[in-house]
């Protein structure tokens, strides 16, 4: 069964721990907008790309003649790719979980969870994740189904890379949305999707390109880490190749944003990222920190947006 395809109300089909739909507003003031306008840029590049919450708002706002998404997280770059490439038959599949799920009562719908996720968990070193095949789109239909029944939403592995979050309880959770995967898989059209590494990027980025960096942040303190996001985790080093790539991409004569936690919320003498992008346009921005093991120290904080324009560079 064919569905009609809308494409205006795009919006991320996954949560995802750090994403970036609050601070859309704040992200918008800040484009090289004249740039997008006008067609100096006409391309694309998020590396990663997490919820998409920030490609999906461009693409509704500008045209590009070519967009690239990546990631380091397989799971994350199989859904996109499956909704991209099989959006009738992932319906179908969620469909199918939906319906199991919503006939089910609250005790019997914590037992059918830990069933998909204990399936999800087994067949991962089974599913061939470097070519596109059948299996994928149930897959992707678990991750969706998982995501949005799981505890606060939240994507977290452990080392093995097994999908470790608990049951959420929630009353009536949305795991279907048919138009917003149709406007999702329209949107995914003329857009690379890679999975890797940031640098992974580095032959698609030119002087036409803006790029929007939106890195695992940095811990604002020891229990708020969300870089269990994949099984590799990232780091303070990580951290600091990421500001050698944002120069490297800088000469190129990118475009560049990036966005991270801000440290000094925890320790006001911390001056790692100011230090690290030292010359460039560095400003605070109001986010509300949504997830955190301690309910009390949810609440509002500031988060860093850096850009390669609208500023000299030393």
């Excluded at 494409?7 to 800040?30: D, H, M, T």
């Excluded at 795991?175 to 995914?188: E, H, K, S, T, Y």
């Excluded at 020891?222 to 985790?233: C, I, L, P």
């Amino acid at each position: 069964m064919q569905h009609t395809k809308r494409v205006s109300g795009a919006r991320p089909f996954l949560k995802w721990a750090g994403g970036k739909s609050q601070l859309l507003g704040e992200f918008g003031r800040r484009l090289p907008v004249e740039d997008l306008k006008n067609k100096t840029i006409t391309h694309y590049v998020e590396p990663f790309v997490g919820g998409g919450a920030v490609f999906f708002y461009l693409k509704k706002r500008f045209s590009f003649n070519q967009c690239t998404i990546a990631d380091v997280n397989e799971e994350l770059i199989l859904t996109y790719q499956v909704i991209r490439r099989s959006t009738n038959a992932l319906i179908g599949e969620l469909a199918k979980l939906e319906s199991a799920y919503r006939s089910r009562n609250e005790r019997q719908r914590e037992s059918y969870y830990y069933e998909i996720r204990d399936a999800f968990n087994r067949d991962r070193l089974s599913v061939d994740l470097r070519h596109y095949n059948a299996r994928w789109i149930g897959r992707a239909a678990q991750i969706i189904f998982l995501n949005h029944t799981c505890y606060n939403g939240l994507f977290r592995v452990n080392r093995n890379g097994g999908f470790n979050v608990p049951f959420g309880k929630y009353k009536n959770p949305e795991i279907l949305n048919m138009d917003n995967l149709m406007a999702g898989a329209a949107r995914l059209k003329n857009t690379r999707i890679l999975r890797g590494d940031f640098t992974r990027c580095r032959k698609y980025v030119d002087d036409q390109t803006f790029v929007y960096f939106d890195p695992p942040y940095r811990p604002l303190n020891a229990t708020s880490s969300f870089t269990s996001y994949s099984r590799n985790g990232f780091y303070e080093k990580d951290q600091e190749r990421l500001a050698k790539f944002f120069r490297e991409l800088d000469r190129k004569g990118a475009r560049v944003m990036l966005s991270n936690s801000d440290p000094v919320n925890e320790k006001p003498g911390d001056s790692f990222f100011d230090d690290l992008y030292a010359g460039y346009a560095i400003e605070r921005v109001p986010a509300k920190r949504m997830i955190n093991c301690n309910g009390a120290r949810r609440g509002t904080v500031s988060e860093l947006v850096i850009t390669n324009y609208g500023t000299t560079k030393a």
